[in-house]
T-cell receptor, first 115, second 114 residues
């Protein structure tokens, strides 16, 4: 079946512009996660959606970052007024029930470059 | 606070030799542990996990990992490395006694030379 998809695969933007990154999770998965992978760094947790519960936003690095998940499926991560330090690969993952010991299924990522 | 350490940024092994990628963790209570692999320009793929039960866990592509509670380690191993095993490997940990998210290590780049 189809896996997690993300778009765009690459995004180049100018400092100060806003960007939107999209994630389509595996159909039927109730949990969706966003991570950031910077060069030489591990995966940094950003935000977690679980069904209709309020999202866990504890990993968002600043108020320039926000995310929403419409209809319990597609999610959009928005970065406002991008900065050069936002350059990274943004990974989305989904899991069936959102129990943390479940396997997470990752998309290919969006590589963001802020000039 | 939970943490995961992968002490080696890079591991180099000759094809056919055994390989080990190290991981140690710090969580409160009983852990659950994962290994994921990332091939170039791809997302992470699940390799194996320890939830409970046998300390030796077998996973995809001939990999295995041993949960060692006393040493708080979960090292990834393979008896005979292949060039195609070259990738970036991430260890991750969570805790049954905490509802918090799993934590990923910083990754280890495994390079297998022919």
């Amino acid at each position: 079946g189809a896996g997690v998809s993300q778009s765009p695969s690459n995004k180049v933007t100018e400092k100060g512009k806003d960007v939107e990154l999209r994630c389509d999770p595996i159909s039927g998965h109730t949990a969706l996660y966003w991570y950031r992978q910077s060069l030489g760094q591990g995966l940094e947790f950003l935000i977690y959606f679980q069904g209709n519960s309020a999202p866990d936003k504890s990993g968002l690095p600043s108020d320039r970052f926000s995310a929403e998940r419409t209809g319990g499926s597609v999610s959009t991560l928005t970065i406002q007024r991008t900065q050069q330090e936002d350059s990274a690969v943004y990974l989305c993952a989904s899991s069936p029930q959102g129990v943390m010991r479940e396997t997470q299924y990752f998309g290919p990522g969006t590589r963001l470059l802020v000039l | 606070a939970q943490s995961v350490a992968q002490p080696e940024d890079q591991v180099n092994v000759a094809e056919g030799n055994p390989l080990t990628v190290k991981c140690t963790y710090s969580v409160s209570g009983n852990p659950y542990l994962f290994w994921y692999v990332q091939y170039p320009n791809r997302g992470l793929q699940f390799l194996l996990k320890y939830i409970t039960g046998d300390n030796l866990v077998k996973g995809s592509y001939g990999f295995e990992a041993e949960f060692n509670k006393s040493q708080t380690s979960f090292h990834l191993k393979k008896p005979s490395a292949l060039v195609s095993d070259s990738a970036l490997y991430f260890c991750a940990a969570g805790s049954y006694s905490s509802a918090s998210k799993i934590i990923f290590g910083s990754g280890t780049r495994l390079s297998i030379r022919p």
